[in-house]
């Protein structure tokens, strides 16, 4: 089973749909752990501005 990869743009999937008013303004983005967890997705969520200029 592959990871789900995050998308490169940095934008929210709200804001990718046009809804800016509900902007989530932090998107979760999950980086592969480096301490080979108990399966193959083990993730650090880690917090990114969304990058969209609304």
Do not use: L, Q, Y
């Not at 509900?22 to 080979?36: F, L, N």
């Not at 993730?43 to 200029?53: N, P, Q, V």
Request: aromatic letters at 6%.
């Amino acid at each position: 089973m592959d990871c789900a990869e995050n998308d490169s743009d940095g934008m929210c999937w709200f804001c990718k749909k046009g809804r800016h008013a509900e902007c989530m303004v932090e998107i979760p983005t999950a980086g592969r752990s480096g301490d080979g967890g108990p399966h193959d997705c083990t993730f650090d969520t880690i917090m990114a501005k969304c990058r969209c200029k609304h």
